[in-house]
Every structure is written in structure tokens, then in C-alpha cells.
């Protein structure tokens, strides 16, 4: 079984998602003479493998684990490969691993003479529901998550289910964090399947993940095909931003965390102060808010988070990118599906449902 998810930028794209699409990788790095395939050390042999079955010189580029890889020292390391391998603009790089290896690979490539051709093999549910679409790319900086970047579609994306079969448990969780957002944000059916089969959701090959993964590729896709700058919000009207949901605090735990914290673990705390807060400023009912707890505590992620940091974290949003000029930018829901824009909310209002989620 393979499907075909389309994003319909200025530059359209298919994403493949089934069983063994990765085979269509030679075709996807279109005849280049070089190609790089930047992935972490779990993935070497897969990444061996692949490199065999190409028609082209092949540089491996094993990178750090995790949040590590995305650095500016890890980014100047690859930009030197390149250099010293003679990589010209009709070479390829090719992403093989979870978000944060296809958010580097991405940036190499966007960066690399100014770009060229990028193919991304997300091996994560996360990577591949979320990260491996819609051509954001980038690195962290101590002051904060994602701060660095660019705007670089991949030419494909190959999300093949088979790599899901070695992810340890708590990054399927992770993934299942960016579908239950996409879930609340655009589709009802989603949340269905978080409500009725959450096992089968923590299970690689069930159908239910696969027809989740499905869907919330559609979600992405169809946003990102919409805006893909990121420019369109403007009042109740939410473009791109809207796939933002719950990141304003997760991104400032993450970095509070100095990015040891899964990121979908974190969107998970940050989707919970994301539905109290629209409650709290009149929007949400209590039941949405319950329902946010159950969706995504069914699967085990984590719901709640320290006491006594808010200052901490407050200050750390201030570099948050939905932020213009001094003032904060939530985006929230009335109800699955219904987002709107809170603009500068009343810092009281803001510290006690902080409050709230430490409970
Ligand atoms: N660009 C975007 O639109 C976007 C969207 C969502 C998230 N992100 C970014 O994605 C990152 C998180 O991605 P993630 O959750 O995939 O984390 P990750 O990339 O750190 O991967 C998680 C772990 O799984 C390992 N791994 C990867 N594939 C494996 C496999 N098939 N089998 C066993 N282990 C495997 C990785 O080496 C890593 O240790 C964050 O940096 C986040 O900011 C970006
Ligand atoms: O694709 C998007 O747009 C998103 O916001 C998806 C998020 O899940 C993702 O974590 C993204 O990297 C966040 O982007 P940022 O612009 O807030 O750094
Ligand atoms: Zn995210």
C-alpha cells in the first residue's frame, strides 16, 4: 500500500507515504552526480544501504543525536563536507532521520550556494506527519528554538511506515502530539481515532496509525499549501501560524529544558495551556479543555509542568516568532477546528493559567 499526499506551493511536491517508498529515492535525487545523505548514528546501516542502491558518488554525513544536530557548529561541519567534497548546485542532500535530522538537512541544503535540490526520508512519526512537510528548516540557538532558519521545500518526501518498526515508544508519543494537534486545529476524524484507539495508535502497522498518519499529512499539506511563509494571519482569518498551536510555551520549555525534553512531548504541555487559556479568556468551554487531557493523556503524553518557572518562561516567548514588537500572539481555538488570534492577553490572565497547568 502507498498513497500520495500533494502540497500545492509555487513549488508543488508529492509526499509518498506506504510500505517501501524509500525505493523511490533514486528517483528523487533527479540524476544528480553527488549526493549527501546527512542522519544519525542509528540509521548508518540503512543509510549504507541506501547510498548502494544510488546512481551517484555518495557522502555520508552521520550527525549528533536528537536536538544536538541542530547547531551552528553541526551546520559549519556539513557546509565543510560539502566544500571539501566539491558539491556543486546540481548535487543533492538528502534528510534521513527524525525532525531535528531533516530540519538541519533542510537548512544545509537551503544554505548550501544558496540551495539546491533537497530530498527528505523521514524516519519519526513526528518527521513524518509534521517536520519532513511544508519546507520549514533550521537550528536552535541558546536563546532560543528555531531561531535560525529558512523557508526550503523539499523536491519529495519519502515517508516509508517501515521505519516506524524500531522507534522506541515515547517517540511514537511524539509524533502522536503533532497529529493530535492536527486533530484539534482541522479534523474531527483524528480526534476519533485518539478517543477510540488510543493503542492502536502507539502500535507501528496498526491501520488506525495509518490512516492518522494519512489524514494529518493531509492537515499539513493543505496548510502549508495555503501559506507558506507564514504570512497570512490577520485577525480571526489564521493561515500558517495555525500549525503553531501549543508551541509558544512548548518551545520556551524546551529551551528551559536545554532541548533534552522531546519537542512533542512538549507540544503536548503547551496544547493543555493553549485550550485553558482560551477558556480562561471567555473563548473554550471546560469540556474542550477536558478533552485536550484525554486526547492527548490517552497516549501517555505528558500533561502538566513545573511550578514557579513562569517568569523564566514568559521572558524566553518574547523571541517567539508569532511575537510583533513587545506584544505576544496566541493561536487558539473556540472548538476543534474554530482558531482565532489572541493578541497581547492580559499577563495576569496568562500567569494564572500558567498556574493552572502546574496543578
Ligand atoms: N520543520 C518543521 O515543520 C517541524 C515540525 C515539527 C517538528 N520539527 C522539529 O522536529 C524535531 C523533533 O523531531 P523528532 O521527534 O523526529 O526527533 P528526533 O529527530 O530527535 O528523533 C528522535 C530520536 O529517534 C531517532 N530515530 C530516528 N529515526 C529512527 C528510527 N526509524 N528508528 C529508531 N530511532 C530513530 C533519532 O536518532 C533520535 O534519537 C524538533 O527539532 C522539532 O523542532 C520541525
Ligand atoms: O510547520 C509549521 O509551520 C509549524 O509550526 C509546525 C510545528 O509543529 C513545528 O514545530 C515548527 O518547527 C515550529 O516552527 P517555528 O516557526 O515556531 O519555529
Ligand atoms: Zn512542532
Known amino acids: 500500500m502507498s498513497q500520495v499526499v500533494r502540497v500545492n506551493t509555487a513549488s508543488p511536491y508529492d509526499v509518498a507515504v506506504g510500505h517501501g517508498v524509500v525505493a523511490g529515492l533514486g528517483e528523487a535525487v533527479g540524476g544528480a552526480a553527488k549526493v549527501a545523505i546527512l542522519h544519525p548514528k542509528v540509521l548508518r546501516e540503512r543509510a549504507a ?22 547547531t551552528t557548529r553541526v551546520l559549519d561541519g556539513c557546509w565543510q563536507v560539502l566544500a571539501d567534497e566539491g558539491f556543486t548546485r546540481s548535487d543533492a542532500v538528502v534528510g534521513l532521520g527524525g525532525g531535528a535530522t531533516t530540519d538541519l538537512a533542510g537548512f544545509v541544503a537551503g544554505t548550501w550556494l544558496r540551495g539546491v535540490r533537497y530530498v ?25 528554538k528555531n531561531l535560525v532558519g529558512a523557508f526550503w521545500e523539499p523536491k519529495a518526501v519519502l515517508a516509508d511506515l517501515d521505519f516506524l518498526t524500531s522507534l522506541p515508544v515515547d517517540d511514537l508519543r511524539g509524533g502522536l502530539a503533532e497529529m493530535a494537534k492536527h486533530g484539534f486545529i ?29 489524514r494529518s499529512m493531509e492537515v499539513k499539506a493543505s496548510v502549508v499549501s495555503g501559506d507558506l511563509r507564514e504570512r497570512t494571519s490577520v485577525g480571526d482569518a489564521v493561515g500558517r501560524e495555525l500549525l503553531n498551536y501549543g508551541h509558544t510555551l512548548a518551545h520556551a520549555i524546551e529551551r528551559r529544558e536545554r532541548y533534552t525534553m ?21 473563548h473554550a468551554d471546560a469540556a474542550f479543555v477536558e478533552r485536550h487531557r484525554s486526547v492527548f493523556g490517552g497516549v501517555g503524553l505528558p500533561l502538566t509542568y513545573e511550578a514557579g518557572v513562569w517568569d523564566e518562561l514568559r521572558a524566553t516567548m518574547n523571541l517567539d516568532k508569532k511575537s510583533r514588537g513587545g506584544s505576544l500572539r496566541f493561536v487558539l481555538l473556540d472548538d476543534v477546528a474554530r482558531p482565532f488570534i489572541a493578541e497581547a492577553p492580559d499577563e495576569g490572565v496568562l500567569a494564572d493559567t500558567y498556574d493552572q497547568l502546574t496543578r
Open 49 to 70: 544501504e541506501l547510498a548502494a542502491g544510488l546512481d551517484a558518488e555518495v557522502t555520508l554525513i552521520q550527525l549528533p543525536k536528537g536536538e544536538k544536530a541542530k
Open 120 to 144: 527528505s526520508v523521514p524516519t519519526t512519526l513526528l518527521a513524518m506527519v509534521d517536520a519532513a512537510v511544508g519546507g520549514k528548516t533550521g537550528i536552535n540557538l541558546k536563546a532560543g
Open 186 to 214: 482541522a479534523d474531527e476524524r483524528t480526534l476519533e481515532l485518539f478517543e477510540t484507539a488510543p493503542d492502536a495508535l502507539l502500535r507501528a502497522g496498526s491501520d488506525e496509525l495509518t490512516e492518522a498518519v494519512v
Open 262 to 282: 522531546p519537542h512533542g512531548h512538549a507540544v503536548s504541555i503547551g496544547s493543555q495551556f493553549a485550550a485553558l487559556l482560551s477558556a480562561n479568556l471567555g
